[in-house]
């Protein structure tokens, strides 16, 4: 049985959800490589070397470069905020690496694609945290988009939208700094962004606006002092897909009361599909036709949907935030064995970041812009 | 106790939906006056005797302008397809009768115009049939808003989507006909807007766009030949509220699945309001901070929630599509009767006119459009 | 055109429930004999004349056998507490009237069957106000039983919950007096019982407890004077069903939050159907086997599902609770009329009655008790 | 930081549940032993070894005495079927382990009984898997009880239903063999038996009639060769609690369309809850009176409902079926340790069985039993 070394860079939320995953992986998908857990590194040594005890790895460092650097380990898992993913991707890349990153992939369209290329010329296995699309039903959804199930495809309106921003007297914060790239957009817009993609495919026209609705903030944590706020907190877009139908799109973080509204409505000539995180266990489906008691219906996810079975051989016992991550996870590193990549990997995320930054253009130019 | 002869013209939906209201209106309203059901018109001389002994009318005609010349007759409510108002609201007003008419207004704004000019300068009451926003929980939602319960509003997400035009072999009608002025975003999206306009006042700025998806249809039930489809049946629309924030709107009437879905998201900086006709005896309220058992409260409709209990003394019985006609009716006849005009009048569904053909003309030249 | 002379007994809220449906019956059923509003009384006289006015009855009576002895009266509603519902029925029976009487029909069994014996023996039509099986959708789920659709009924679980009575200081009232029968169990208890019975036919055998939980209440409005509860307000039954499935049933006055949770989930070999009146527009519907994409089917009301299409023609606009009042008038109506009669009529409220007998027979022996 | 070695019995649906549980417990909850896996058990050789590998475990047998007797196993977990679950728990409390067993205890309450005392003589630590009840609403929802603030409890309504045994040629299996007790009401019902007893207490009688519907079933997978069933596939009850209150309680296997319906409706005197484990990262709660804007309130889950934020800071993301698992185990690992025992324990077990029994005993005698 092959075994696959790993690192993780950084302990927070993501941090934390990556450990998980890679000590779930193997429980659930007995096909894929062990993961062996090598290393963890923290800004803060001592934070590294609490987490590496809590997670179950072998030794920490404070310093990533030690991880990257480590001929022991084989895969990268990048958790930081994203105005360091390119320099941690790269070194990691060049080291050989296989990498996973944390989403948005970068600030940019310009850096998403240098690290794309770097690893596409390297030959080394990346993806890209878009965790909610690894859902059993999301997989559902695209192959009954995929084999006609819900007819032509005739519109789509899709949503991200949390409230974690909603309170003016929350301290800013790093996911402000307009150096990590535009707001909302980018941090939940991608999300949905994504899952657009995943489900329909390429979006090739956007108009877009974005604004900032809170101001400012308290500079940090409980101070007087306010600081601007410079990057978007609700976005919208309408958008045209390439396949030929449009859609709406809306990315908030202050959307007052919600915690993860994300979701979309999908319709078609012959049926539509209803979906929200929110209850990310079930979907609604409405077949158009025939049946005197059609309805919209609630599939409740069971291993009739892979990989869902993996889990638990009963329906309906459902899976949590953290199970998705270990199905990303997972195909990762079966992709890394050899298997089929399943994605997202860093072209997709750079497809993606290229209509956040459409989106940004768009809203600039108040005008439609084209996906390039 | 002032008697007021009322007579309506046409008997398809809403001339049926109208009459239901008219003998309800009272029982329900007893300080309204009381209406004197005195005829009902039809081009067809046959359906309006048959609808005037069912609903309880003195007399009935083919014509039309039996009814407006009728001194007996104070109030007329025009029933008919969109194209044939003016003519009839303009005869109605000349003849000094209180005019009540369905929606949209006029194939155009111009008309509106012409039709809400002559009403003013006539000092008539008018009022048109938008009739959802009568509902008891969309008047506590606009009082909340209204009040400052949900603080500054951030943003709304409007839809008003069915499927009734989704199979592209039912038979081309006059809904479809641009000599009515545009497809859904006046037959749906005027509902929609209208609510919108309700809960958070005028609409400045419309970016849409508007698309045909089905392009041709059964020429007649049955029919094998085809008719090219020359109107609108999806309307995106991203807006600008006058008082500040932005918003989105949909209105689609090949939304496969959906019967009424007519709805919204309300945020606000201290709470926020989802709504759905689809149960529209309920609302979703959320409010920010304090209680550490929020969430989404769903309020159901009950006495406190006026005029509710003018139906029913006891909560959660629930009112149906017919009593909101009723309390539009029976708010209409209090108007005439010298109470509070509660609207929407000529002039709000003129106003509702010029955000449709805003959007006609955003779609039409890919730009945002001023609301003039 | 027949018509038909009516007289309402009462003025409170079923007497004006009454007076819509009459008002309204025509206009949805155009088929059924015209109703002419001849009369309402109410002890209270100028309650009774302010009712004709509002209601649009021609007189008003402050005694009620003015309107049983009147002639031009062909039916009779009686709409008082039950306590009176036998010398009123009794007289309107004597005089030939067709009755309509609300539920329950009489404080015992006894009264009951005397009521059903003159009414049978004198030939007229009866009916009893338990209008919630007046639903389309409880109409469909009588169908698919009856047709088999959910295979053989394996269980019923039914509920009717309300909490207008869960304030201990809310006032004493008649419901409350033992002279009326018992509480709860017959109240609400006689309507689950009902439903239960009009979709899996009749109930064989109770084990029940009653039990009275606000053990005494004020004696009336703001008094401080106590007055003890002598009826139950929570009834919890395990039912046997004459067609060999077995059951559960709650009854409770006290149910804190609960508006109208009148409702059940029936479970057959091959599916199962689940209703609750909170949301009495739609019914959920699971299909066994087959299909890879099933689950429960939200089956939303429309004109497919009779006699909704009379209200509306078009799906999902949805009834409201008046329009099952007005769906039952005009049943009764037309059975007047010479139509099928559709019940339930006097020996259907006799039947429920006595299984509410055996309910409290049980309750006080603690044991199973045969409903004879 | 203290280690423990764990060893687990059975690899099958419930062994991978401890498994991942195991692996996952300390990530979530820093402050407990570190688990180090031992042994994984099973008699089918091959499959232990397997389950070793991909859980990651040290070692394997297909000998439970092996790992009862490993002394460097302190921790046993058994998820065999339940008639096995006596004789391993007594070998495992012999050799001085801490010992987790499925649920149900026993196929009797003599054996529980047994089993229970063994455990208790020898001071050992014992848990049994209601891992349902690990929820952290399902914990905030006991807090509410007890903190009075849903006031005087006055009823509950449990459920918990499945159809995962509706088939009648689904095959015969161990769980329909009445050498190990009772059917549904030990399998399921004792989950419900004991969530209501988490929230409410103990339960001091019962009512209860159990049928079997399924008469035979295939005697194993496609035989024609049909087996009778000799146990419960329905259980009704009707129950009091000791506080004073009554409440009903079903349990049943064959209810098709029902995947994970565990729930109940808990109301009292100033409030209630209601829950669904269909959806059980939220609860609904209502608190009456005060607040004109009342009405079911939707609890997601989140951070400030313990211990869900050991698994995301992130309100709304949702815990899934094996986080509850993991919640138990850390929990029992956390008692071993030293910390507080938070059951379920062998006692807790046994009173569950003990209402089991009079549910079996009441049935046969169709008359109400105390529970002993």
Redesign the interface.
Known sequence: ?KKLGIGIVGTG?MG??H??AY??A???F?DIPVPVLRMIADANAPSAA?AA????FEASSGNWRDLVNDPAIDVVSITTPNILHKEMALAAIAAGKHVHCEKPLAPSVAEAEEMMKAAEAKGIVTQVGYNYIKNPLLKLARQMVEAGEL?DI??F?G?HA???M???DSPHSWRLDPVGGPGVVADLGSHIIGMARFLLGPISEV?A?L?T?VKNRAASAGATERKQVLVDD?A?L?VRFGRG????I?A?W???????QLGFEL??????LVFS????N?MQ????GGD?????????A?P?HPPYGQ?????????????LKTIEIAEFLGAVGGGQAAGPDFREAWEIQKVVEAAVQSSRS???RNVL
């Open positions: 049985m939320f934390k959800a450990a998980f000590r779930a193997l429980a659930a007995p609490k005890a809590q997670f179950g007819g005739t519109g309106r949503i949390e409230d974690y909603h309170d003016p108009n606006e604004e609705v609700i919208r309408m139908c449009g859609g709406m809306e908030n202050i959307a007052t009361g919600r915690k993860m319709t078609g000539s012959k049926g539509s995180q929110e209850r990310f079930e489906f409405y077949k158009a005197p008691r059609n309805g919209y219906t609630r599939i409740e069971g009739q889990f638990c051989v009963a329906a309906g016992h459902q899976l949590g935030f953290n199970d108040r005008s439609w």
